[in-house]
């Protein structure tokens, strides 16, 4: 079966012009909604596994403020507001367990 152009699971085409760059634009404009949501979910136990390694997440944690950098630039806000509240949180969990 091939993707149809437009659906969830067509292959997205990245313009020659931005290929290589602009690359952390493209990761917060396909998966910053869930990062967003995971990086507080997953915060104790990444603290907990840090404390035994700090090199364990280093990547993700810092991409993750990489993208709430640009959702700040992107949304004209201080990267303090984008705190997600819980029940927010509990909301995406509940969407993604009915899944």
């Known amino acids: 079966m091939v993707p ?3 659906s969830p699971c067509a292959p997205v085409r990245i313009p ?3 290929r290589g760059r602009n690359c952390r634009r493209w990761v917060w404009y396909f ?9 507080p979910l997953a ?6 596994e840090r404390r035994l390694d700090p090199t364990i997440w280093e990547s993700f944690l810092r991409l993750c ?4 950098g640009i959702e700040a630039a992107k949304r004209r806000r201080i990267e303090s507001s984008l705190v997600v509240s819980p029940q927010d949180l509990a909301r995406f969990v509940n969407e993604e367990l009915a899944l």
């Open 4 to 6: 149809v152009a437009g």
């Open 31 to 39: 998966f910053y909604y869930y990062l967003s949501r995971f990086c």
């Open 16 to 18: 020659d012009a931005e």
């Open 65 to 68: 403020d990489q993208l709430d």
């Open 43 to 48: 915060r104790p136990y990444i603290d907990q």
